[in-house]
């Protein structure tokens, strides 16, 4: 596309191919897109991909799926409700990997995306009982990502949940160190609700533990500190 854009600025427009044609938005079909970046390396089968989210999201007038390549895949609605239903049950994933989703205007070239961002669920454990509050539970958060505020949080009988959005190309936040006003210090830990496969070496979101390049040492083993949070999340 960016090479057929480089020719057409080239050419010298005639009378027959006639003045610039406005695209106004009332042209525009009616329908709502999702773009979707399937974070695994293994090729996508858009029939399987059909069979499996027909059921769970339920769309009254069906979806359409497109291809595109490079494990990108555009699904088409009808309805702005249904795709609003759909990311406000983030995140998705297909055969156990990471779906990275967001709304697709139908404009922007696709390579523009950027797939980096998926909310999740975060239960935060060990915050002292006094301390069980919004504002504490969201502060806590802010080393996990973007902290997406009320009404999302809440408290679940001895821990609280908090929405975030999460930088798949970063490892996730493990917990936090909390000090008292007498100086004692707690470790909160962070818990993530629907956690899809994810690379135990590193601990993110992008790539799974055989296809990992991040953490291994000049002579091509895995670092104390890494296996530790290998077995952190395999816990």
Known sequence: ?????????????????????????????????????????????????????TPLWRSKNGFKIKNLGNHIVLFTFESKTEVDNILANEPWSFDKHLMVLQRYDGVREVHELEFTLTPFWVQVHGIPAKFMTTVVAESLCET???VQKQPQTEECGGFMRVRVLVDVTQPLSRGRVISLDDDKELWVSFKYERLPTICYWCGRLNHNDRDCETWIDSEGTLTEADREYGAWLRA
């Open 1 to 53: 596309m960016e090479d057929l854009t480089i020719r057409w600025t080239g050419l010298s427009i005639s009378n027959r191919e006639g003045p610039k044609f406005r695209l106004h938005n009332e042209l525009a079909a009616p329908v709502f897109i999702i773009a979707a970046k399937f974070l695994t390396k293994r090729v996508l089968n858009i029939d399987a991909i059909a069979a499996t989210f």
């Open 144 to 146: 996990v990502g973007q």
